[in-house]
Nanobody, 115 residues
């Protein structure tokens, strides 16, 4: 069984930084795409950033230049470095990962940006 565990969320002041992690565990052959989504309070879940197995990245315009997605294939872990955080970045952040042609979701980690 494949499991995804996010960590690194918390409360941060505007302008601050956080680093989220998503660790994939279990029995599998390969990890394909890895993505981060977020769901602000009262809003729908939406894609934030993604990274392919080859390291190609993409970002939603609102986070480009502030967030950096990366992955450590040896550790089966994905990261999201979030800098210059804004109150509108407040959300539950979820990782969504393609493993052996199936899509898996983590349970989410809360990021709150507030003074």
């Amino acid at each position: 069984q494949v499991q995804l565990v996010e960590s690194g969320g918390g409360l941060v002041q505007p302008g601050g930084s956080l680093r989220l992690s998503c660790e994939v565990s279990g029995t599998f052959v390969s990890i394909n795409f890895m993505t981060w989504y977020r769901q602000p309070p009262g809003k729908a879940r939406a894609l934030v950033a993604g990274i392919t197995s080859g390291g190609r990245t993409n970002y939603v315009d609102s986070v480009a230049g502030r967030f950096t997605i990366s992955r450590d294939n040896a550790e089966n872990t994905m990261y999201l470095q979030m800098n210059s955080l804004k109150p509108e970045d407040t959300a539950v952040y979820y990782c969504n990962v393609g493993v052996d042609l199936r899509s898996y979701w983590g349970k989410g980690t809360l990021v709150t940006v507030s003074s």
